[in-house]
């Protein structure tokens, strides 16, 4: 029995083989369950999906609370790619959609190496679709598989207006997506333009995180509370210093015109109305897919309705530079609020020759600015400049110089929307390149002094200009934002903080009366109202293109003054004959409430500087 | 017989309660979805496994009555019994899954390959505890493989190939029999060469072969140190050329110590080993280049999918054919050290793993319990093993010697593969994991062979 006895060994090896057979389970379990968390991670992000709750975008209000743009709900149709019916009737579907074969195809087939597509995931077939279609898709929906119909928000503009400073939204860029740091998906909206974009950190809100368990089908089986998961935080809602009632008037005067209008209430800054002429409708926007058609188009207008001509157009400012010429000669000790002046219809100086009109002689300061006369102006800018003689000309326009600048002039004033122009004033650097250093002097650059030449400046700065003659001597920034959400986040200091100019208050006195009598007898006389005391001023930019420009820059009342306005009309001819009633009748309107001079406002409404289009055949 | 030699062996009965009920609560958390929402919890599955988990215990308890004489006598009657059942299932069974494997009575269903598991292991255990027959002898050699063959054969026809693997565990009671280790010898170094051909390439496994079996040489050359040296410095050799990819030198080192293994057994002149050595490496090469072969020419794409899911997971499709493991490892991955705790699985809840109450239930184990509820499973079913052979060497007639070792190379081999299967160890191949899987017949034919064996340790 030796050979049996050999055998019993063997129980021992069986049991070794035994051990060994599980002693490799238990190592393997502990490679998958301890040490490699590979699988942990996995599971955890098999079974558990993180979405994205996309917040409400904040509204826009105006100062009166009215809502100037919502959120309305729209149907947008998704398409997962691996989830259609290869043989589904797709005329039908072209015909629910009213779409043709070409544009269907399009739609559905992407480019699958862009890593936007995937078809797995659902893409957008269609966006922004009237809600009948939905209705009429939604019966046949059982026999297209992979179609799905999801509610989302698009910005609505219940009153047509104010398109410019409102801005728009579209779809963000791949480049906006890889910058962000995950802060936008593909598929979410920007801000492009407006206060949409300016304050699109607000507008926004904050993304929410919703951690869903989801089984093996897909199935969403409920929402876990864990710790990435927090609550979607809706934008702010920003109430507007735009008034309505008065935007939608002043677009209402500039119909048919192409200039721009901006109203500022002088006590805070504000902007009360800013039109752009030519405008249109900010619904148009809303970016379904037709309405991308509408871009271009606007884009591709010769009138360039999407430029913001109120902030981003550069007008020489012509007679409404004179005011401010005025303070800075007075403040300079240049000249006195009683300097006589004289003026036998033109200026001339060697060979410079300049026009004047017919008009009183300019026994003092009030009295040229009533008139507008150049000639006295051109003597204030030579007294100016040529203070401490010859020699110090050029250094005499440096302080020209650094007073337009503290006026607001040939910078960005810093509103609060995006593509400010900066306007410009030509400084000494500039005529030392363009002549020669000390080869010029004030006789080469005497236009500066009305206006025109070289000096640039935007419609916001001249209703700027405006605010700190009512202000006398200070000015706020101009901007729109009012409050944010329910006032407990404050509107940035620099809005809130007052510049002021180093010109004595006193010497506003006698230019605000130029100003206000300019009304009575002098410029602006069309633009006079029995209702309400305004002060103004005049000015026509003279276009070697066309037609002048007529420019205007006022306020009322003139004691306490509500608002102040710089309306700019393209290729109109003479301040006095459209700007000026344009921005009387808005002051009235602002002021008063109600508009007095109908016949005016009717004039006014009537008048055209683009011709009509003839339809084309 | 009939005094009591000693008391039931209480720690068998104890581990066959405990896998019982963990099987029990494995189940109720992994049906749990099902049961709350039909109408009642007796008309679900779960119900019904629990009314087979009565009878399993029945049965496990009623059969202490039958003496292991009994099942001597009846062996070869009962052997004949399951064959005939395994041929009637091909005929009259029903077919589900593809497979002609169930028969049915009433309501109630059950699958004569599990049975036919039992009924193999009584007819092999009676032939080979005969006196006549000796498994060194080629003709016992051949009878014994032909009653295994027969049933596993009959099974493979339903087609289970799973279940007719099974059958193949018992050949480990033939080791215990007295089957020439040369054959076991040789059906490794075979199976190395197949999977190596599959996993790194003929070459660099004949290396592997090689350097093995001249470290086999060398360890019986007395241990000359200079023998020990030549090959330290050729397993440098191939550390270096793994290392770098020299593949045009792999041959070279391989044949070195093939040089160095035949050297050796010259200078000890044990030349018959030298010979078989070089047969052997040989035939591992061989079968590592056709197995090569065979799944780059032969195999069909979703059988070569089929492998890759075992032996290369990333070549794998995830959603198709790799789905089941790697859900599988990842549920069992996601358990971590304790586990999620009962009734809190998430992937078992939400059916992540196919067939996650039946093959993969081992999932819910590892997921819910974590390692240490897993290694507690393994725990106790390797006590078992080690009880069972414990109890078979104890036994004084080789019927019941060899009918303990059958039941723990059965269970071993259910364990091993069902439990290396979901960790990805081990092909799919749909066989239960013994007590805790859902399904009837497996649980009342295991709770059978149990309590067969439970009673046979009486009489040690």
Known sequence: ?617 | MYYRKRAYDGLLVTLYISLVVIGWLMLYSATAREWTSSASFWSSSMGKQTIWLMLAVGVFWLFQIVEWKYWFRTAYLFYALGIVLLVIVLIWGREIKGARSWLYFGGWGFQPSEVAKFTTLLGLSAYLSHYGTDMRRRASQLVASAMILVPAVLVALQPDWGTAMVYGALVLVFYRAGLPVEYFIVGAVAVMGLLGGLLVGWLKMGVVVSVLYSLVAVWYSKRWWWAWLLWLLGVGGVAYVLKEGLEEWEWIVGLYHLLVAELVLFIRRWYRWAVVGIGLVVLAIGLGWSSEFAFREVLKPHQQERINVWLFPHKADPQGAAYNVLQSKLAIGSGGLWGKGFRKGRMTELNYVPEQTTDFIFTTVGEEQGFVGSVAVLAIFLMLLWRLVVLAERVEHDFMRFYLYGVASLLFFHVFVNVGMTLGLVPIIGIPLPFISQGGSALVVFSLMLSVALRMGREA
Not at chain 1, 14 to 21: A, E, N, S, T
Not at chain 1, 131 to 142: L, N
Not at chain 1, 218 to 226: D, I, M, P, R
Not at chain 1, 530 to 559: C, E, R, V
């Open chain 1, 1 to 617: 029995m030796a050979y049996r006895g050999k055998l019993k060994a063997r129980a021992t090896h069986i049991q070794w083989l035994f051990l060994i057979g599980l002693g490799i389970l238990v190592f393997r379990l502990g490679q998958l369950q301890l040490w490699d968390p590979r699988y942990k991670i996995k599971a955890e992000a098999t079974i558990i999906d993180r979405e994205i709750i996309t917040p409400a975008r904040g509204l826009l209000y105006d100062r009166n609370g009215n809502i100037l743009v919502h959120n309305s709900p729209t149907y947008d149709i998704l398409v997962r790619y691996n989830a259609l019916d290869p043989h589904m009737d797709t005329t039908r579907l072209c015909q629910i959609f009213h779409l043709s074969r070409e544009a269907f195809a399009r739609r559905i087939e992407k480019d699958w190496r862009d890593k936007r597509y995937s078809k797995w995931i659902p893409f957008y077939f269609l966006k922004n679709v009237p809600p009948q279609y939905v209705h009429r898709f939604v019966e046949y929906q059982y026999a297209y598989p992979g179609f799905e119909p999801r509610l989302s928000l698009i910005r609505a503009y219940p009153h047509h207006s104010a398109a410019h400073v409102l801005g728009y939204l579209n779809e963000v860029t791949k480049e906006v997506v890889r910058d962000s740091g995950g802060l936008y998906r593909y598929g979410d909206f920007i801000g492009i333009s407006g206060i949409e974009k300016y304050y699109e950190p607000l507008l926004r809100g904050e993304k929410g995180v919703r951690i869903v368990l989801k089984d093996n089908k897909g199935t969403k089986v409920k929402v876990l509370e864990y710790s990435g998961a927090r609550p979607p935080r809706a934008g702010d809602d920003l109430y507007l210093s735009i008034d309505l009632d008065l935007q939608q008037y002043a677009e209402s005067l500039m119909q048919g015109k192409s200039g721009a209008i901006v109203a500022i209430e002088p006590s805070s800054g504000e902007i009360l109305a800013m039109v752009s002429a030519p405008f249109y409708d900010p619904n148009i926007l809303t970016l379904s897919e037709r309405d991308r058609l509408e871009l271009e188009k606007l884009q591709e207008d010769s009138l360039k309705p999407f430029f913001n001509r109120a902030i981003m157009a550069n007008y020489p400012p012509a007679s409404t530079i004179k005011p401010l010429m005025a303070l800075i000669a007075m403040q300079e000790r240049a000249i006195s609020p009683y300097t006589v002046g004289s003026c036998p219809g033109y200026y001339r100086y060697k060979e410079f020759t300049y026009g004047c009109h017919l008009h009183p002689k300019p026994r003092n300061v009030m009295i040229a600015l009533q008139h507008s006369c150049n000639s006295y102006f051109f003597m204030t800018f030579r007294r100016l400049l040529e203070r401490d003689g010859p020699q110090f000309e050029q250094a005499r326009l440096d302080i020209l110089v650094d007073y337009l600048y503290e006026a607001g002039l040939g910078r960005r004033l810093g509103v609060d929307i995006h593509g400010e122009s900066a306007g410009f004033i030509p400084s000494r650097e500039f005529y030392d390149a363009l002549y020669h250093p000390y080869r010029w002097s004030s006789t080469y650059i005497m236009s500066i002094a009305i206006g025109q030449g070289e000096l640039l400046t935007t419609p916001l700065q001249l209703a700027n200009i405006a605010a700190m003659i009512a202000n006398r001597g200070y000015y706020y920034t101009p901007h729109f934002i009012r409050q944010i959400g329910d006032g407990t986040k404050s509107i940035p200091l620099h809005y809130r903080r007052a510049h002021r100019l180093s010109i004595d208050t006193t010497l506003f006195a006698p230019v605000i009366e130029g100003m206000r009598r300019s009304f009575i007898y002098g410029t602006a006389t069309r633009a006079y109202s029995p209702h309400l005391a305004m002060a103004g001023k005049t000015g026509t930019a003279q276009n070697p293109h066309g037609k002048d420009h007529s420019l205007f820059i006022g306020f009322a009342p003139i004691d306490t003054p509500k608002i102040a306005v710089a309306v700019v009309v393209e290729n109109a001819g003479t301040g006095g004959k459209v700007a000026a009633p344009i921005a009387s009748l808005i002051m009235e309107k602002y002021v008063l409430d109600t508009v007095y001079r109908r016949y005016l406002e009717y004039r006014m409404r009537k008048l055209r500087t683009i011709p009509l289009k003839k339809p084309s055949l």
